[in-house]
């Protein structure tokens, strides 16, 4: 039984009043129907379809393609099944627009093997079927299948028109297809066909193909303002932002003007490449055109300013904007997000909920996200609440968040737990729980993981290799982190900058300094992170003058060093006791390169200085450009203090770091060696005394070792080691070996001195 009761629409309609032409006969309430379904009122088209059948007027093989159409459009499933039910009782199914149209209704619908079947039984078929089933499988990602059914249908002497290569071209992503059907249409004589042309053109730029982009356009006879926006975004893809700015005013003088829609899809590629500087142009000129900035092309726009890194910008226009809807509240705080504010993005997401607009699961992945940056488990487990208690679905997106935010918050347990519950994994899972693994030092349940994700199909990418790496580098486990090595280069993955620098970061971290500069100079191209990587590994292992070394090499090559550089530089001068370099270093930073030091680069010059014994100077330094306290840097002063003998400014500073943070025994401990330093035994169990009344611990110091990839961990008062007796004798062994050595060495260079 067909039952149809239209529901309010956006535009206000309550309800569908329809009356019948008189006399209503099977022709004239078809073409009322026909009328109707051009005008894009579908739900008129029902509403006529009911009454057609409250007062007996047959239908006919004119009646269902608009109704088919209508329920498409209306996401309408069930009443096309029961639509589809009445054209099999009546006999029609075998009509060809009948079944092109029940083909595009199953298509819209995904179900392309039903669609198929409606095909199969048409005893006679026209163009019009051959071009809907092609269609069907184009636009659902079988293009093989559709350039099969494309071939088939020329066998059967069936010629395609303009519409089944333009049905082609929506599932085409390959250059190789495109130019095919660009052959065909040219030999079935299509070209003129300006819709198909104008498609052609589009995924021409989609392919990345420029060239054939151009010539296609410049041998087009007509063009309209489709043509003009296709060319203009296939150059914004690519990032030709001079030749976009060309077209645009090209454009205008050939009597087209670009309006919302022009500028609304080149910012689309500008907001996805990242393009700031063609976002700020195309945003200049929609002002002095007096455009009306749309949803889309605001969303885009903030989009360009956020991947830019130009927050207040992007605040200021959402602030301005008068139509927020979810997908810019949604950009708003993924942008915040991305760029590691956070804190911003979740003030943004409950100004979002205060207005009351119900946000999406993609919302929900990037407010997962900033609970992750954050480090915040409760925030991040409330949120899941939300999620919950709203019925919101949990995609993948969402679930692969959540992976993330209980890996980086310390719970690897639930990450576990949601990684195993998903019932589709992509990409993205695998690497969350990978990731996950190696940054909290379990490499070798990573690797596992590793394994199981190629046992599952999914290739590992980029970011895949970098956390296995990154785990071997933070661990030391050399052995581990050459195998990673060598299956990137059995498996020929392609070369990357970051996959590349990870490899010499985990070789310098792991000791091996000689493949670590092997792989430094087979890198076809070095960033400053890379760069960074050697000139610290250098320096964080006693080589001082070689890491000043790659230093000058760097400055030579034309980089300009940023902060991070400056830092790495200081801190391998630290290590080595460059006192000399290291400050001119430091000096050259405004002097030479413009840039002001930060608090980083100021407590490498204290930890400079302070190495070598100059603590007077590592404590001016200190208070000069420190304006609030710093217990790191106090401390580094005060074990200078304690080993230069430098009491009195020792004891100053120990009580300073006691008063800033009173209930941490490190500090105790350290103020006890400081008091044991100068003799001071009274002092020294007054501290111990007052430390333990507090109820403090001192936290014993630890170590581990990696025997044959398992980890085992040391801590100074653990005996309950079955061989702690035999540790304890080699060790005893090892001291007096290495005191014998330092006798040695001291009676020669006394020898030598002597001479």
């Not at 083909?103 to 026209?126: C, L, Q, S, T, W």
Request: net charge neutral.
């Amino acid at each position: 039984m067909f039952s149809y009761k239209p529901k309010q629409s956006p535009s206000g309609l309550k309800r569908c009043v329809v009356s019948l032409p008189h006399p209503a006969t099977t022709n004239s309430v078809n073409a009322t129907i026909n009328h109707h379904s051009t005008q894009g009122a579908h739900h008129q088209v029902l509403a006529t379809y009911a009454s057609m059948l409250k007062t007996h007027v047959p239908s006919d093989a004119y009646t269902f393609p608009s109704l088919l159409k209508a329920c498409s459009f209306l996401n309408l499933f069930s009443l096309g099944l029961t639509l589809h039910q009445r054209i099999l009782v009546s006999g029609l199914s075998l009509d060809a627009y009948i079944a092109s149209s029940l083909i595009n209704f199953y298509a819209k619908f995904g179900f392309a093997d039903v669609a198929r079947k409606v095909f199969d039984y048409m005893p006679e078929r026209n163009v019009v079927p051959w071009t809907t089933i092609i269609g069907c499988y184009s636009r659902t990602g079988r293009v093989p299948e559709a350039f099969s059914l494309f071939d088939e249908m020329r066998r059967q002497g069936i010629q395609p028109s303009s519409v089944t290569v333009l049905s082609l071209l929506f599932g085409v992503s390959e250059l190789a297809h495109v130019q095919c059907l660009h052959g065909c249409a040219i030999l079935y004589g299509f070209m003129s066909d300006i819709n198909l042309s104008n498609s052609m053109l589009n995924v021409y730029g989609k392919c990345g193909n420029i060239e054939y982009s151009r010539k296609l356009f410049d041998y087009m006879d007509h063009r309209d303002l489709v043509s003009w926006n296709s060319l203009i975004s296939a150059y914004a893809q690519i990032g030709n932002i001079c030749e976009v700015l060309l077209l645009l005013k090209t454009m205008r003088l050939q009597g087209f003007e670009a309006g919302p829609q022009t500028f609304g899809s080149v910012l689309s590629v500008a907001a996805s490449r990242g393009e700031l500087k063609l976002g700020r142009c195309l945003h200049g000129q929609i002002l002095r055109a007096g455009f009306y900035l749309d949803a889309h092309v605001e969303t885009s726009l903030i989009v360009v300013y956020l991947k830019g890194g130009k927050i207040d910008i992007a605040f200021r226009m959402f602030e301005r904007s008068s139509d927020k809807d979810v997908v810019l509240w949604t950009a708003m705080i993924s942008g915040l997000v991305q760029n590691g504010s956070a804190d911003k993005a979740l003030a943004v997401f409950r100004q979002m909920l205060k207005f009351g607009v119900k946000p999406s699961t993609a919302t929900m992945a990037s407010v997962i996200t900033a609970c992750a940056q954050l480090g915040s488990y409760n925030l991040g487990t409330s949120i899941l609440g939300y999620i919950l208690r709203q019925e919101l679905p949990l995609d993948v997106a969402t679930q692969n968040s959540l992976v993330t935010m209980y890996a980086k918050c310390g719970h690897l347990d639930q990450s576990s737990i949601v990684f195993d519950m998903m019932n589709r994994r992509d990409l993205v899972s695998w690497n969350a729980m990978v990731t996950g693994y190696a940054q909290n030092g379990y490499v070798c349940e990573a690797l596992f993981l590793f394994n199981e994700m190629r046992s599952d199909n999914q290739t590992p990418d980029s970011i895949t290799i970098v956390s296995l790496l990154q785990g071997c580098a933070s661990t030391g486990q050399l052995h581990l982190g050459k195998w990673i090595h060598s299956f990137v280069i059995r498996n020929g993955l392609r070369p990357c900058i970051l996959v590349d620098t990870s490899l010499v970061d985990m070789y310098c971290k792991c000791g091996d300094l000689d493949t670590a500069q092997r792989c430094f100079n087979q890198m076809p191209s070095h960033d400053l992170v890379s760069w960074s990587a050697i000139i610290v590994g250098y320096g964080y292992h006693g080589k001082g003058e070689a890491a000043l070394r790659f230093y000058s090499k760097f400055l030579e090559s034309g980089m300009k060093p940023n902060h991070v550089i400056f830092l790495s530089v200081l801190s391998s001068c630290s290590h080595n006791g460059l006192v000399e370099q290291g400050l001119n270093i430091y000096e050259s930073m405004t002097k030479d390169f413009g840039i002001a030091p930060d608090l980083e680069h100021h407590a490498c010059v204290v930890d400079l200085l302070s190495r070598a014994g100059r603590v007077e100077e590592a404590y001016n330094v200190y208070k000069k450009k420190f304006p609030d306290p710093v217990l790191d840097v106090l401390g580094i002063i005060l074990d200078a203090c304690r080993a230069n003998g430098n009491n009195e400014l020792g004891d100053t500073i120990a009580n300073d770091i006691l008063m800033l943070r009173p209930m941490d025994a490190g500090n105790f401990v350290q103020l006890a060696h400081c008091y044991a330093s100068i003799n001071k035994w009274e002092e020294v169990g007054e501290a111990w005394t007052y430390m333990r009344s507090l109820g403090l611990k001192k936290i014993p110091g630890w170590s581990f070792i990696d025997i044959h990839g398992t980890i085992t961990t040391f801590f100074t008062d653990h005996n309950s080691h079955p061989q702690f007796q035999e540790i304890v004798c080699t060790l005893k062994i090892l001291r007096k070996e290495m005191i014998k050595m330092e006798e040695v060495e001291i009676y020669l260079e006394s020898s030598h001195i002597s001479q």
